[in-house]
């Protein structure tokens, strides 16, 4: 058993094993200097980040030990089977922590937010499962994610934020284009994100509030309703009844 865990190493990875370096830019970047990682097959730190598929048999989990694993249900949904690892660029320290996972309605797109070289300069990566490929890289977002969550239909992907009131950010999946950003969270974290089935757009904040938005004429979103919260000051979580009628804080 140990010589196959031994042997399963997990290849080569972009990552800093010592200082970074920094791109013509001005921004870091990962030294291409590989580190060498023995695979588990499981996760082997806490489970910071979870997606699911719409027809619950797919789910991406998103860990402290720098991975994201996809898992697939088996045995009429009692257990679950590995399908999948992915790794992000990693270093010393938090490097490549993941903060945030989120998975497309069908199962194809893996959205991941994560610590990327040290000092709060955080990326947000997407995946297409089917191929491999990496088809959207954002620019660097610093503070954090507080949740990464698909509409139902898989046209946009919205971002929850940390850090003196980052707010949402929300991408057109298809161009990968901002189609809305609002940063008046008075500088409180925005830890729930929910799109509704007629994907209008629900967000909880630790300023107090649950925010409404709607997409504008204009392709944009744009802020319709916001109310303070009565079981507490710092509502975490947020889940949108299938009905659409309820938003659970």
């Known amino acids: ?25 001005g921004q870091p970047t990962p030294p291409e200097q590989p580190i060498l990682r023995i ?7 806490p489970i910071r980040g979870i997606g699911i598929d ?9 860990s402290d030990d720098k991975t994201v ?21 990693i270093g010393p320290g938090n490097d490549g922590k993941v903060q945030a996972v989120g998975l497309s309605p069908d199962g194809r797109l893996v959205a991941i937010g994560f610590w990327a070289m040290s000092g709060g300069d955080n990326r947000l990566h997407v995946y ?4 491999g490929h990496l088809v959207f890289r954002s620019d660097i977002i610093y503070g954090g994610f ?48 929910a799109f509704d089935a007629a994907g209008r757009l629900f967000t909880g904040s ?28 710092t509502p975490f979580r947020i889940a949108i009844h299938p009905s659409g009628d309820r938003v659970a804080v």
Not at 54 to 62: R, S, Y
């Open 146 to 193: 507080g949740q990464l969550a698909f509409s139902r239909d898989g046209s946009r992907l919205v971002a929850g934020l940390l850090g003196d009131g980052k707010g949402v950010r929300v991408w057109n999946t298809k161009s990968w284009a901002l189609i809305g950003s609002d940063t008046d969270y008075n500088g409180k974290d925005a830890y729930g994100v």
């Open 206 to 233: 630790y300023d107090g509030h649950l925010r409404r938005y709607e997409l504008g004429p204009d392709g944009t979103y744009k802020l319709t309703g916001k109310v303070l919260t009565v079981a507490g000051a």
């Open 54 to 62: 719409a027809a619950c048999n797919l789910i991406a989990t998103g």
């Open 128 to 131: 297409d499962l089917v191929s």
């Open 1 to 25: 058993v140990m010589a196959r865990v031994l042997i399963a190493l997990a290849g080569f990875l972009l990552a800093a094993l010592a200082a970074s370096v920094v791109s013509a830019q």
């Open 69 to 89: 694993r996809l898992w697939r249900f088996v045995r009429d949904h009692t257990a679950l089977e590995l399908v999948r690892t992915l790794r992000v660029p």
């Open 39 to 45: 695979e588990p097959g499981m996760h082997t730190a």
